[in-house]
């Protein structure tokens, strides 16, 4: 294969790559409520810190899909935990993203 037509076919792959979703649901992570802050009346069960690839070379990766592969990857936390809620402590900063996991009755 001429180089002008392997360097393109890497060009195109690495341009496909942010389109991949890396991450995958846990069995159990199913079950795990998203919520938007700290609920009252529940157990905390620790926090985690989950990351993600948010960069490949110079492409940086659509944020949405970088917020959602944060959260299926807490989700998947939260069994390990005890806990059947989680909630985010901050925003995603750099593919990384902390979390509160929480036992709800």
């Known amino acids: 294969m001429p180089l002008p037509i392997r360097v393109a076919a890497v060009v195109l792959l690495v341009l496909a790559l942010p389109a991949c979703t ?14 938007a802050a700290a609920p009252a009346g529940c157990e905390a069960r620790g926090e985690v810190v ?6 490949v070379g110079f492409y940086e990766r659509d944020a949405l899909r970088v917020r959602d592969e944060l959260e299926v990857l807490a989700r998947n936390e939260a069994p390990r935990l005890g806990a059947n809620r989680i909630s985010p402590l901050g925003p ?14």
């Open 92 to 105: 995603p900063a750099e593919g990384e993203q902390r979390w509160a996991m929480w036992r709800c009755r």
């Open 50 to 55: 989950v990351s993600v690839t948010h960069k």
């Open 22 to 35: 890396f991450v995958k649901m846990a069995p159990g992570a199913r079950q795990v409520t998203v919520l």
